[in-house]
């Protein structure tokens, strides 16, 4: 989580595992793609910075963050990928919407990390306003996408040394 005293880009490049060879794919929505589109870029960036040639990254878009479950199953259920990412951004509103969106796909992914022997991995936003958002997604607490990859690239090598 993005505080006041954590940028969600600072990483110790050291402790990140060689990606060549990993295989990774993306779902993201196009709902707030001002701001997904943003996570996408810094969550592509940092794969192929870290070895993941840009011909082993897919992606895919699905309309909202709510299918983002459904895209990520997809994705697992072929076995191409060593890991899925997903990128969404729910930012609440006057009704109880945010709430059922956040929680279905926070337990929808849980369940694809349960089901499959692919990590899939949370890239999802959920703040109380667009600035949060913005701050989030390339502003000035940094881009949870390049935390995601991040992430994406260090369940690989746990994955791999365990199998």
């Known amino acids: 989580m993005s505080t006041k005293n954590q ?14 060879g990993f295989k990774v794919g993306i779902i993201v929505s196009e709902w707030n793609y001002s701001i997904t589109g943003s996570l996408l870029d810094g969550a592509k960036k940092t794969l192929i910075k870290h070895g993941v040639k840009e011909s082993d990254i897919t992606i895919e878009h699905v309309p909202g963050t709510f299918e983002l479950t459904y895209g990520a199953k997809k994705l697992a259920q072929t076995n191409n990928f060593d890991s899925i990412i997903t990128i969404g951004c729910v930012i609440q509103g006057e009704t109880p919407h945010f709430t059922f969106v ?13 089901e499959y022997n692919t ?3 949370f890239g999802v936003l959920t703040t109380d306003t667009m600035e949060q ?16 990859a991040i992430t994406a690239l260090k369940m690989i090598a746990l994955n791999k040394k365990y199998k």
């Open 7 to 20: 940028n969600l880009s600072a990483y110790d490049a050291s402790t990140v595992p060689n990606a060549d």
């Open 102 to 114: 956040c929680e279905g796909v926070t337990q929808g992914i849980t369940t694809l990390n349960l």
């Open 119 to 121: 990590p899939v991995i």
């Open 133 to 148: 958002a913005q701050n989030r997604s390339g502003g000035k607490y940094g881009n949870k996408g390049d935390e995601a």
